[in-house]
């Protein structure tokens, strides 16, 4: 695969270097994105039917039940080349953050460190009347189980449609999403806010916009360099392209 130069170059010069991720990257892992018509995980329901504090208050089993089929889906997957390539890069480039609106944690089972997990992550418990985070809990067979504290429902700790995102995580992530030279848009659709406006606020700063998805998206007219395929293919060439570490 031919890269553009200047986005090898400009890649290569880069101080600071900021990745937005979204369900695209671990499809090559095999956990379904959320959009896709036929097999994403929007498919069959409304995603206000499954991921939104009303629908919990509506059907807590149901939701609790969706959440658990996706944490055991993926415990069964592994992180991708697409993953690994990001680690590498992290290794690379003298500031590195990488944000990501997945909730599956193959990020950080790849290997990357500097991770902002904007909507939570399906690993994680909390208490949904409390919000406080909950690692052990007794099994009665009630579903959702009971917050040992409270006695409230247990939710995953992620967030959902009409929830505000955990406190001070946005505005990490729009902090260096202002300061970085090069930003790389990676397997998100760039509709949902307010992810979607990092890559433009990074734009207005005067950051090099990449995109790397197989489709288009709402941001693709505004990018510098658009990168059509799979981020499993086209990560790791762009990190061969960058040729051997220096140092
Ligand atoms: P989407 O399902 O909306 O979009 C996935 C994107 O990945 C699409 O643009 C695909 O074209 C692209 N894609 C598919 N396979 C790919 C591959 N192998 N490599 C690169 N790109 C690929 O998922 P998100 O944009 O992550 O929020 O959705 C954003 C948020 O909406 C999610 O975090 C979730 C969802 O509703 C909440 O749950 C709050």
Redesign the pocket.
Known sequence: MTLPNELVRALQQSRSVVVL?????S??SGV?????AQT???AQFK?EDL?TPEAFRRNPKVVWEWYAWRRQLVAQVEPNA?HRALVELERRVPQFTLIT???DGLHQRAGSRSVIE??GNLTRTKCFEEGAAVDHWEETGEVPPRCPRCGGRLRPD????N?MLPPGVFECALAASRSCDVFLS???????HP??SLPLDALKRGATLVE????D?PLTAHVHFRLR??????LPALLRALGPASG
Request: proline share 8%.
């Open positions: 991720t979204g369900a695209g990257i499809a090559e379904p994105t959320f959009r896709d994403g995980l929007w995603p991921a697409g609106q997945n909730v904007l909507h992620v967030v959902w449609f929830e990676i397997g998100t659709s760039a509709l949902v992810a979607a790397i998805n197989p489709d998206t395929g799979p981020a499993g293919v086209i």
